[in-house]
Nanobody, 124 residues
Framework: VQLQASGGGLVQVGGSLRLSCAASGDIFSWYHMGWFRQAPGKEREFVAV????????YYADSLRDRFTISRDNVKNTVYLQMNSLKPEDAAVYYC??????????????????WGQGTQVTVSS
């Protein structure tokens, strides 16, 4: 499966962005979809994951109140709605896919397929 992330940009503190990740090349609903992010000088960290069917989601504890992951299995797209953005949310955001035959995961090493990343910048 190939993944293409988009929707990043420059936003002010307190603003919102919606990231999208379009999948192609395979049956999208066969994959759990995750979002990760990596800030300069930091390790890549887990943001959220949504189960292949869309019926369950899981978030990093510090983000669950502001971020929402969703998917549209008809449009082959996963979304990340980010609200009340803070300077510490600035990072490159990556979408990733893991086949549904495995359990869903918050660990980046469990995801074999990755998008190219989209930059989110938060200005104060």
């Amino acid at each position: 499966v190939q993944l293409q992330a988009s929707g990043g940009g420059l936003v002010q503190v307190g603003g919102s962005l919606r990231l999208s990740c379009a999948a192609s090349g395979d049956i999208f609903s066969w994959y759990h979809m995750g979002w990760f992010r990596q800030a300069p000088g930091k390790e890549r960290e887990f943001v959220a994951v949504i189960r292949w069917s869309g019926d369950s989601t899981y978030y990093a504890d510090s983000l669950r109140d502001r971020f929402t992951i969703s998917r549209d299995n008809v449009k082959n797209t996963v979304y990340l709605q980010m609200n009340s953005l803070k300077p510490e949310d600035a990072a490159v955001y990556y979408c990733a896919a893991r086949a549904f035959g495995s359990s869903w995961s918050r660990y980046d090493f469990d995801y074999p397929y990755w998008g190219q990343g989209t930059q989110v910048t938060v200005s104060s």
